[in-house]
């Protein structure tokens, strides 16, 4: 009877081993085996599609990722029990995070209503984007289609720069041309960029075998997206695309595939100096950078945040609020709220201490679970990416950011352990 009920259970007992006492132990762990439907993981797909195409500026109410988000939540209803099982302990810390977010939100409350309220909704929407999107991507196969999505997205939008299709040049004030497509932030694009660049090329030389077919198209694709990313003179981005190359390095089962990685890798970094340099508008903004210590107004809010943060340590300013108040800390007229331009202060100024530990402790937990899951069917890939998005945010503010979300989401896929590997293929 004890069999049949288990059998008849939507949970299969999947033993893991553990060292004890020169002993191997399995504790049970339950992982459920039902499939998630194709409807769910198209709906997926579809969004992280969209997430290069932002397009905040064609006079829609909500973003094109907001609302492919919203229909892919709406998906997971068909199959709730599946899309939201238990994650990894790491995501619960975020979820503490978005209750201080919301605490502090109600608490300051009288100024800025509808922001606030938009973007408590908000991260609400990329929390369960995370959650749902982590237990979609635990299935290697579909973590597989997910990363070439992401690729086809970028080497889309990449074209369509480089062509002139609905591209468009943004003055800086560094004596330089900054070129974007369909009207988004060029900071933004190039973080998509970097990212997808990271994807393919752990897709193709981060496993035993290639998974991009034929594999001889990856680097063309790679020049492509990487010029479009230089053409958008974000010096923030191709750093973090360095230190996610660098990451790829480590790669490699065997001797041979470490020294193909090594190899990969410095190529790949050679050609992003060489394109860097060969372009007047990303050579000239780190020229400046260099020299006169120009970091787009960064040098004067950095310090301007820090005192915020110094002034309310506990609850910070508030969603939104902080904002206002740094803006006239700089006191720019054409600029009378400022964004902090870092994730790390951002979260010290907005929420304080208060939520700023949780956001910490679950980004930590996160980088531990990447790093673990190397050895996994996964590969380098999570810790190159959740390196790379680190570092971005070290010079932006990527919070409420569908690309910031989709990469913790990743990472925690990855670092779901069943049995003995990470992140295996459970089909029934």
Known sequence: MDNIARLQSPYTEIRSPRVENRRLEYPLVQVQ????????????YVLVFSLPFEMPRLGMPLEVTTFTASLFLLA????????????????????????????????????????????VFLLLQLILMCWAGCNVMRDAASARVTLLTLIAGCAVLALFQLLGIASSAVET?????????????????????????????????????????PSFIAWPLFGLILLALVDTGSRGSLIALGVGLLTVMSGGKTLGQRFRNVLVAVVAIGFGF?????????????????????????????PAAWQLFLESPLIGWGPVNNTWELGSRIGELDHPSRDT??????????????????????????TLLAWKARSGIQGVLPFAMIAAIVISNMGANLLHSKLHWFVFSYVLASGIRIGTRFQSVIRR
């Open 33 to 44: 085996s039902q499939e998630i439907k194709r409807v769910i993981r198209l709906a997926f």
């Open 341 to 366: 331009h870092n994730l790390g202060l951002e979260l010290l100024t907005a929420t304080g201490v208060l939520g700023a530990v949780p956001f910490f402790i679950g980004t930590c937990l996160c």
């Open 173 to 213: 004030g560094s004596d330089a041309q900054r070129f974007t497509v369909l009207g988004q932030n060029p900071n933004n694009l190039a973080r998509m960029f970097s990212i997808g660049l990271l994807a393919l090329v752990a897709l193709t030389y981060g496993r035993t075998k290639s998974e991009l077919r």
């Open 76 to 119: 997971t209803l068909l199959q709730p029990r599946a899309c939201f099982r238990r994650p990894p302990r790491a995501f619960w810390w975020f979820v503490v995070y978005f209750y201080a977010y919301t605490f502090v939100s109600i608490w300051y409350i009288a100024k800025h209503q509808t922001d606030v309220v938009k973007l």
């Open 274 to 302: 060489w394109a860097s340099y060969a372009s007047e508008t990303t050579r000239v903004r780190f020229e400046r950078t260099i020299d006169e210590g120009s970091m787009a107004k960064r040098e004067m809010i950095f």
